[in-house]
Structure formats: structure tokens, C-alpha cells
């Protein structure tokens, strides 16, 4: 994954989070536009279409930014060659993940990447944000993008958009988050954490 790649991620996604709701209603499937030589291993069934969030923190000469989101990766970057062998696939298929990138956006626009990780995404790992979003009851949270939209470098912008049409988002009012957001911000980063923790197990 390309540097640009990292730094544009979560723009990406919430640029075209619209378009891919918007699709999931259409009677007709987009194409497949990867290079036909990747395989992709199909993912188990999922209820959740998009998944990403951003937390940025602010520091003297830029912002520390991490990102984690739902993404296909190469099955060598999730699973160890032990895993690989053990189930027969082949490492440079692509399977759905969590992926994490950790980097550092300085104020005279260089990029330092930091941290790149992935674990599988599975029905329970899908079945544990599920649980947390749930039991935190963050729906009541839900601005639905509005935020989105006027805050500029939000501390935090979180999107979980399922098939169903449904969606969940969550922007930080601020570049900062307040005694209640500091709290939505590290419950979903402990999840973030227990997932990939869970996965050296």
C-alpha cells in the first residue's frame, strides 16, 4: 500500500460511501474492476458494507492519524505462514480484513507512516462491534454526516454503513474531543486494540 494511498483513505471512503449506499439498492451488481489476476477469497456473510474510522490528535508541528477500517488485503498480511500452509490458501489472494495505518501528517504536508497491520475480518469479529456499538448504545449518537460535512480535521469521524441501508456516523464536534467524546473515542480504539490483541492469541 502507497503512501498517497494511506494519506487519502479515509477520504476515500467517506467520499464515496454516497455512491456505494446508493449502489446497494440497484438491481444490478457493479463489475469487478480488480486485476483478474488477484483472488479474492469471498467473505462470509456480513452485514456491514463500510467500516472506517479516523481519530486524529493534535501535536506541536502536525497530527498523529490513525486509521482502521474494513479492507481487502492480501491473505500473507493477515496470517502467518503457519496459517497459510495450515489452510491451504494462497498468500496473495485477497481476503476481507481490519486494517490499521498509523502515520504522522506534518503541518508542511510531509507524511510519515508509522504502523500498518492486519487481522481476518470475521462474522465474530463483525459480532464484537456489533456487541460494543450495542452496548454503548453509540446509534444515539448518530449525526448522520452532518458533522461531517462542516468540521474541518475532526478529532475523530467514524462510518459503519450496512447492506441493509442503514448507517451510523459519528464526527467529533472538534479537532479536540470533550470529556463525552474522549469517552465514544476510546471505547471503539479498546475494540480497535482487543481485536488485533485477540488475533496473536
Known amino acids: 500500500m502507497t ?6 483513505l ?34 462470509e456473510a456480513s452485514s456491514v ?8 490528535h493534535p501535536v506541536a508541528d502536525g497530527a498523529l492519524v490513525r486509521i482502521v477500517c474494513q479492507i481487502d488485503a492480501p491473505v500473507k498480511n493477515a496470517l502467518s505462514a503457519e496459517e497459510i500452509t495450515a489452510k491451504g490458501l494462497d498468500p496473495n489472494s485477497f481476503i476481507s480484513c481490519l486494517g490499521e495505518f498509523v502515520g504522522k501528517e506534518f503541518t508542511d504536508g510531509r507524511h510519515l507512516d508509522i504502523r500498518e497491520r492486519y487481522v ?3 462474522p465474530e469479529l463483525e459480532a464484537s462491534l456489533h456487541a460494543v456499538i450495542a452496548a454503548k448504545n453509540l446509534a444515539a449518537e448518530n449525526d448522520y454526516g452532518a458533522r ?22 459519528i464526527t467529533s464536534e472538534g479537532e479536540t474531543v470533550n470529556k463525552h467524546e474522549a469517552a465514544i473515542e476510546d471505547i471503539l480504539l479498546t475494540w480497535t486494540d482487543n481485536a488485533f490483541d485477540a488475533a496473536k492469541e
Open 10 to 43: 479515509y477520504r476515500a471512503v467517506f467520499l464515496l460511501a454516497p455512491l456505494l449506499l446508493f449502489d446497494a439498492g440497484c438491481t444490478q451488481a457493479a463489475p469487478d474492476t480488480r486485476p483478474s489476476h488477484q483472488t479474492v477469497i469471498p467473505a
Open 148 to 169: 461531517a460535512d462542516t468540521v474541518a480535521n475532526p478529532a475523530y469521524n467514524i462510518l459503519v454503513a450496512y447492506k441493509d441501508g442503514r448507517s451510523l456516523h
Open 3 to 8: 503512501k498517497i494511498y494511506r494519506k487519502n
Open 49 to 56: 458494507q463500510i467500516f472506517s474510522m479516523e481519530f486524529r
Open 120 to 122: 481476518p475480518w470475521t
